[in-house]
């Protein structure tokens, strides 16, 4: 069913907050919940702190969108929180609405643009320990799609491939620029021996 992107982007709350009434709209979770599903290799394209997941949680509650739910399980008390038909509705709204591009930090390139003053040896070494960091994560996200291959596809299982196909392009792309970088530096130090 194709749905057109009608929604309103004049949105209530931060992306912080509709990302975690998106997690509550698959059922009811704890703080403890939503930062655990946040912190798996999958959720790669979203964080929070725990600072940020309390208030946000209370603040939905005080509006609505979600209800507290209490429970005493092995004989300690944990609270967990449900979205409303309200916040489906809310959170409905924010999907529709067609995504920002969002500007990001990267702290690598801050330093290279910066980074004359240290010297090209340091800016590659730089470079190469970015490419470093970059495929380990590589070889997860191959591991992930592999395991989602081999599950059905519902449109669940399709989506969350979809999403580690967008990480897993990501980092080659990460990957390929770190090579291309590097020999673009020790292309500029051949004609400008002087410099090093």
Request: glycine letters at 4%; one cysteine or more.
């Amino acid at each position: 069913m194709e749905v057109a992107l009608t929604g309103n982007n004049d949105h209530l709350f931060s992306q912080s907050t509709y990302g975690i009434l998106a997690i509550l709209s698959e059922g009811s979770k704890t703080g403890y919940d939503i930062k655990k599903f946040l912190s798996s290799k999958e959720v790669f394209y979203w964080s929070e702190s725990y600072g940020n997941i309390y208030p946000i949680l209370r603040s939905l509650k005080d509006r609505g969108f979600v209800r507290q739910i209490d429970a005493d399980i092995k004989r300690k008390r944990r609270i967990f929180y449900e979205i409303t038909d309200e916040g489906c509705k809310e959170l409905l709204n924010w999907i529709l609405t067609p995504p920002d591009l969002t500007r990001f930090r990267v702290e690598l390139l801050m330093k290279l643009r910066f980074g004359e003053i240290a010297g090209i040896d340091v800016m590659k070494s730089h470079i190469e320990h970015y490419r470093k960091l970059s495929i380990p994560e590589i070889d997860e996200c191959n591991e992930l799609i592999d395991s989602l291959n081999k599950q059905d596809m519902s449109i669940k299982n399709t989506v969350r491939s979809i999403t580690a196909l967008y990480f897993l392009h990501f980092k080659q792309a990460i990957n390929n620029w770190c090579a291309e970088s590097i020999e673009t530096l020790d292309r500029w130090l051949k004609k400008h021996p002087s410099t090093e």
